[in-house]
């Protein structure tokens, strides 16, 4: 017989405690990255053995290998969103995987390796950007606050380099849906993030110009009628300042320079996502205010497991709605902590949303979901992440050009549930016209992330 030592009430506790005392922090049984340093990786020391099974923590009600679907999800209501309950209810199905303890599972090695070696370096500056302990510089790389104290130090943790890799490029099939899961519009886009500072692979390192975060272009390439059509965002380091962005437009062919509110729009006819709503941290974290912590607690996301490697494209199947295509079929598994941000868009009078709530895990400051609310304060969208390590003992192997397996974004839902329209976004190995997935390629922003490059892109 196993006498759990510490139930779910304990947690429970635990977590609202902390929350109501102010004191964020991560891990239960100690700070998780003195688990993470003292045991290779492994985070099992900072979390009680119920934490890290879905099996233990529901008795055995629901264990790796089963499904949460229409039938069951009354149960395990408070593990996942609001809106999760909702799709599932709906037709939505997810399965449930085993829950990794091994952090190297769960972010690139290389930002891990940073995270580690710059651990107590952070601080913010009077402006609330992110320095150098004791200088004006820029930050150097890896998660800067991985023992947050504040809720501003878990947004900027992620905010500085979204897609943990100094360049990547994600070749996308984007399937907008009607509510009954029927494609309103097919897109490929090819979304393209060259990383100005905190760079710990590439040469320049750590920064290529510190007086930026990042460049970000998003290039639709099909159908025919958008082709060409791309949007460039130049992040200044300063988080207080808005992106400077531009676009190609191909039926003007010219570029044209966008007011800062119209990231607040549709990015291509039909679409349910705005470049605001991107990596979930789509605007510079000080545009936006009122952050504070609401909630902390174990949920079922999917940061690890969704990479499709069965298929020779890595298309995940689709499930739920009348059609039956209407969601990806996600694999999630038991995230031990997680933090609840509320924030609101204090730099964006004309912002459609009052408020979003972002979903990080603990373990890595990744975000894993978030919920937008309109100017009512009712819920309005949905957008969810999932991730994998692009690695299978037993089958296909991603290296990255570090010979390190490639860790990364896989797909995303952006659900509309007033409307009940669904994006379903698909990292795929490549897409028409030649576009590959990539990651640490040393010519991406030559190739898309300037003015001319997205001239030439769209011409």
Not at 267 to 289: C, I, K, N
Request: aromatic content about 14%; hydrophobic content about 35%.
């Amino acid at each position: 017989m196993h006498l759990i030592k510490y139930d779910v009430e304990f947690t429970r506790r635990h977590f609202m405690e902390t929350v109501a005392k102010g004191a964020i922090g991560a891990g239960v049984f100690m700070p998780l990255w003195d688990a993470i340093g003292k045991y290779n990786g492994d985070v099992q020391a900072a979390y009680p053995e119920e934490l890290l099974s879905i099996e233990k923590y529901t008795k055995g009600r629901l264990k790796p290998g089963d499904v949460i679907d229409a039938s069951n999800v009354d149960e395990f209501k408070e593990l996942i969103t609001p809106i999760d309950y909702l799709e599932i209810k709906e037709g939505r199905v997810v399965d449930i995987i085993e829950s990794p303890t091994d952090i190297n599972q769960l972010n690139p090695a290389a930002f891990l390796k940073a995270t580690d070696a710059n651990r107590g370096k952070a601080m913010f500056d009077e402006k609330g950007n992110v320095r150098v302990k004791g200088t004006t510089d820029p930050w150097i790389g890896g998660i800067p606050f991985p023992d947050p104290k504040t809720a501003q130090e878990v947004i900027c943790c992620h905010a500085l380099s979204w897609g943990r890799h100094d360049t990547l490029g994600y070749a996308i099939d984007d399937d907008e849906v009607s509510a009954d899961g029927n494609t309103n519009y097919h897109y490929n886009l090819y979304w393209a993030e060259v990383q100005a500072t905190s760079r710990i692979t590439l040469d320049p390192k750590p920064y290529m110009d510190p007086t930026k975060t990042r460049y970000n272009t998003a290039l639709y390439t099909a159908p025919t009628d958008v082709a060409g059509t791309s949007y460039l965002s130049v992040w200044n380091y300063d988080q207080t300042q808005f992106p400077d962005f531009h676009g190609f437009i191909p039926a003007f062919k010219r570029i044209r320079r966008f007011p800062t509110n119209q990231r607040f729009e549709p990015m291509a006819p039909g679409s349910t996502a705005y470049l605001s709503d991107a990596w979930l941290v789509g605007d510079p974290y000080m545009t936006w205010g009122n952050f504070k912590i609401i909630k902390k607690q174990p949920m079922l996301q999917g940061p690890v497991g969704n990479w499709a490697y069965k298929d020779p494209n890595w298309m995940l199947p689709k499930v739920g709605g009348k059609s039956g295509k209407k969601y990806m079929r996600y694999q999630f598994s038991l995230v031990p902590e997680v933090f609840v941000l509320e924030e609101e868009p204090t730099g964006y009078p004309r912002s459609p949303y009052s408020k979003k709530w972002v979903y990080f895990d603990a373990r890595t400051m990744l975000p894993l979901c978030q919920i937008m609310f309109d100017r009512r304060g009712q819920m309005w969208k949905q957008w969810q992440n999932v991730y994998d390590i692009y690695y299978r003992e037993d089958g296909e192997k991603f290296y990255e050009k570090t010979g390190e397996p490639v860790w990364g974004w896989v797909a995303l839902h952006c659900h509309d549930v007033q409307s009940g329209a669904n994006g379903n976004w698909n990292s795929l190995r490549q897409i028409e016209g030649g576009y590959k997935t990539v990651y640490n390629e040393p010519n991406l922003y030559e190739q898309y992330c300037t003015i001319q490059a997205i001239q030439q892109l769209g011409a």
